[in-house]
């Protein structure tokens, strides 16, 4: 078993991007979530997924407890440890300098050597709320999202999907290596760099000659292989099944207008372009575009609501 540390403050939707890389995801406790294996070199391209550790032990949130279920576990490796303790999300009123010096301790006793700087494995300890668990370090997401920041990008536009949040959705759209990855909207391309540096094969198009020249700037800022060109959503100029996954951003309410189309007349027709040419695609967008899914034959597999501020919440759709 693995032990997942979540990011952001949505543990079902971090836990379900997740799966992407690892199986049998749960969440246990705020924060946390346990998994039955993880692929390690795809967890290094989840969002909102930190860590992950091979489980030692599981107990309540209390340093002793811990430090008790610490030494009768099976621990199986060599070398010198460190121990690193969090309270997660402070649910757990935990002392974790406490909580180190007694598991560093325990592993003393057991025959390893501290190592704070560059230890040989690390073992996190994990509290959350009324619960506690130990495991050795196996796994960490890259976490650059930074430097792809879309006002740092070569072409900007108010309004640009955070890298975060894009690189979430591919993974909830299950993009893997090699996959041709379409974006039927893709604005500033933010969607098709993410798509693209998880090894996809990124291909949009967008309506708007000024928005396909800034997003060729933008992937050509990070990519080598990529395709825009302008083309309408809902007359998509590609054949049957001819891409492996779609993910988009639907215009907010406040475009009402897109050329000549109405804006639920254009975000149904996309649906339907897009199960034309997929079977596999993630929509987000400011409203619940449920009904329109499903009148173009798509099954909603998963639904997600993430507040951005006060006045602004983006629906997300893993639809199948």
């Known amino acids: 078993m693995y032990v997942l540390e979540l990011g952001g403050d949505d543990d079902q939707f971090a836990a379900a991007e997740a799966a ?3 199986t049998e995801v749960r969440v246990v406790a705020p924060g946390l979530a346990v998994a039955s294996d993880v ?12 860590r992950a550790g091979d489980h030692v032990a599981d107990t309540d949130a209390s340093v002793d407890t811990a430090a008790d279920a610490l030494r009768t576990a099976d621990v199986d490796c060599e070398g010198s440890v460190a121990v690193r303790a969090r309270d997660v999300r402070g649910t757990a009123g935990v002392d974790t300098q406490r909580a180190e010096r007694e598991l560093g301790g325990v592993l003393v006793d057991r025959g390893f050597a501290v190592d704070l700087e560059d230890p040989d494995h690390e073992l996190r300890a994990l509290f959350a709320e009324d619960s506690a668990y130990l495991a050795w370090l196996a796994a960490e997401s890259v976490r650059d ?18 890298p975060l949040l894009a690189r979430a959705v591919c993974n909830l759209a299950r993009v893997e290596a090699g996959d041709r990855v379409l974006d039927p909207m893709c604005g500033t391309g933010g969607v098709l760099v993410e798509a693209g540096l998880l090894g996809a094969r990124p291909l949009g198009t967008d309506a708007q000659s000024k928005m396909v020249r800034g ?47 109405d804006l639920a007349d254009l975000v149904g027709g996309a649906l339907a372009e897009v199960r034309r040419v ?3 695609c993630v929509l987000v967008a400011d409203r619940d575009w449920r009904d329109e899914a499903a009148d173009a034959g798509w099954t909603v ?20």
């Open 278 to 280: 997929s079977d596999r």
């Open 215 to 261: 997003a060729r700037q933008n992937l050509a800022h990070f990519l080598d292989d990529y395709d825009v060109a302008r083309a309408d959503a809902t007359s998509l100029p590609l054949r049957d099944d001819s891409v492996d996954a779609a993910v988009f951003d639907a215009p907010y309410g406040r475009q009402s207008k897109i050329e000549t189309h």
């Open 39 to 50: 692929d390690r070199e795809r967890f290094r391209g989840l969002a909102y997924a930190h």
């Open 301 to 320: 597999e998963s639904r997600f609501e993430r507040r951005v501020h006060r006045s602004l919440v983006r629906y997300v759709l893993v639809l199948e």
């Open 145 to 162: 999202y930074g430097d792809r920041k879309p006002t740092d990008r070569p072409f900007f536009q108010p309004g640009s999907m955070d």
């Open 20 to 22: 992407a890389a690892a």
